[in-house]
């Protein structure tokens, strides 16, 4: 279980997730303003052309050409010199128990809270943010859905106006079910903003 609130449950989130697949947002959006968060942006399949920055579009296109005719591409298409103008950026999750969790495979170094802060290795109920219910709604509709999200949020607890880009594309070698997830994180603030320990 991500959270010990009722709506924050894990059957509360998987009712979240499922409504996302659904492009019904109104519930996520309710469960955001009592996380302290706006109501975030989400978008199925947006158009590489739509993407904001060069990261994310590049690394949709990347995606998108190693799939080839596949639904997702491989795990085994990750490749850090291909990927090496976005991967301070990627995060690479496996999936535990069907999405009932999902585990920090590699965490890109520039998006670590701070200075030797590295979720590697965590499970995203082990971090620390509040946010942690809406990343997992969104983990949950992608493989639910086994579609590309982007969706761009703002930190609960930011005064500034911080924007967090997030692109969150599946992997798999199967032919009907998700293997892991890959994530591009970009953040977006202004010059006297400070990062925010919620993405």
Same mark, same amino acid.
């Given at each position: 279980?991500?959270?010990?609130?009722?709506?924050?449950?894990?059957? %509360?989130?998987?009712?979240?997730?499922? /409504?996302?697949?659904?492009?019904?947002?109104?519930?996520?959006?309710?469960?955001?303003?009592?996380?302290? %968060?706006?109501? $975030?942006?989400?978008?199925?399949?947006?158009?590489?052309?739509?993407?904001?920055?060069?990261?994310?579009?590049?690394?949709?296109?990347?995606?998108?050409?190693?799939?080839?005719?596949?639904?997702?591409?491989?795990?085994?298409?990750?490749?850090?010199? /291909?990927?090496?103008?976005?991967?301070?950026?990627?995060?690479?999750?496996?999936? *535990?128990?069907?999405?009932?969790?999902?585990?920090?495979?590699?965490?890109?170094?520039? *998006?670590?809270? /701070?200075?030797?802060?590295?979720?590697?290795?965590?499970?995203?109920?082990?971090?620390?943010?509040?946010?942690?219910?809406?990343?997992?709604?969104?983990?949950?509709?992608?493989?639910?859905?086994?579609? $590309?999200?982007?969706?761009?949020?703002?930190?609960?607890?930011?005064?500034?106006?911080?924007?967090?880009?997030?692109?969150?594309?599946?992997?798999?070698?199967?032919?009907?079910?998700? /293997?892991?997830?890959?994530?591009?994180?970009?953040?977006?603030?202004?010059?006297?903003?400070?990062?925010?320990?919620?993405?």
């Amino acid at each position: 279980m991500l959270a010990e609130d009722s709506y924050c449950s894990t059957e %509360s989130l998987w009712k979240r997730a499922e /409504e996302v697949v659904r492009e019904d947002y109104f519930e996520l959006g309710v469960l955001m303003q009592k996380l302290g %968060s706006p109501k $975030p942006v989400l978008i199925w399949n947006q158009s590489p052309e739509n993407l904001p920055g060069e990261q994310l579009e590049y690394f949709f296109k990347w995606w998108h050409q190693s799939r080839g005719q596949n639904f997702a591409a491989s795990p085994d298409a990750v490749d850090p010199l /291909e990927l090496r103008s976005v991967l301070g950026y990627l995060a690479v999750l496996d999936i *535990i128990d069907g999405g009932e969790d999902f585990k920090y495979r590699l965490y890109g170094s520039a *998006i670590m809270n /701070e200075p030797g802060k590295d979720l590697t290795g965590l499970l995203l109920s082990d971090i620390w943010t509040p946010l942690r219910a809406f990343f997992a709604v969104t983990y949950r509709a992608v493989v639910l859905r086994k579609e $590309p999200l982007y969706t761009q949020h703002i930190p609960h607890h930011s005064l500034k106006m911080q924007t967090w880009d997030r692109l969150i594309l599946p992997l798999s070698n199967q032919h009907d079910e998700v /293997e892991r997830l890959i994530v591009a994180i970009v953040p977006n603030f202004s010059d006297d903003a400070s990062t925010k320990d919620d993405h």
